[in-house]
């Protein structure tokens, strides 16, 4: 099936792509005051947890968006080389 073009479906792409991007900034905080043995690397935990579930949250609008008006990954179906 050839993947269909929607706006919609890129902009929700967008919204995974900015929260993993946010994901990683909060990894690389919580790395720097790991090595420097701060006590906001505890404290980044909470931070962390929410943006992955923000992260699941636009995921699944995404797979569910997807799902209802009939878009499909590119090469879904398709053997895997």
Not at 24 to 40: E, G, P
Not at 60 to 70: V, W
């Given at each position: 099936m050839e993947m269909v073009d929607?706006?919609?479906?890129?902009?929700?792409?967008?919204?995974?792509v900015d929260?993993?991007?946010q994901i990683i900034q909060i990894?690389?905080?919580q790395r720097t005051a790991l090595k420097s043995s701060s006590y906001s690397a505890y404290l980044?935990?909470?931070?962390?947890?929410e943006a992955v579930g923000e992260k699941e949250r636009r995921?699944?609008?995404?797979?569910e968006h997807s799902g209802s008006t009939?878009?499909?990954?590119?090469?879904k179906?398709?053997?895997?080389?």
């Amino acid at each position: 099936m050839e993947m269909v073009d929607c706006a919609e479906r890129e902009r929700l792409i967008a919204e995974v792509v900015d929260t993993l991007k946010q994901i990683i900034q909060i990894s690389l905080r919580q790395r720097t005051a790991l090595k420097s043995s701060s006590y906001s690397a505890y404290l980044l935990d909470q931070e962390f947890a929410e943006a992955v579930g923000e992260k699941e949250r636009r995921l699944g609008a995404l797979l569910e968006h997807s799902g209802s008006t009939g878009a499909r990954r590119e090469g879904k179906g398709k053997s895997q080389k």
